[in-house]
């Protein structure tokens, strides 16, 4: 009888989830900068939306 396939874990000793690290590592190089440089678009967008509400909002030049 065949023993069952051990279960990676989920987080490593310091908490880091490592299911989003295998993840990432899965795709391919150009899909990795695809999915980053989509995030970086969201961060840049919702920065852009706060500014346009706070027209007193800091800048990063600002800091």
């Not at 990432?24 to 900068?33: Q, Y």
Request: net charge negative.
């Amino acid at each position: 009888m065949a023993e069952p396939e051990a279960t990676p874990p989920v987080y490593n000793e310091d908490g880091v989830d490592l299911t989003l690290i295998r993840w990432m590592l899965s795709l391919t190089p150009a899909d990795r900068v695809a999915t980053l440089q989509a995030h970086i678009d969201f961060v840049t967008l919702a920065r852009e939306s706060r500014r346009a509400r706070e027209p007193h909002a800091r800048t990063d030049e600002d800091r």
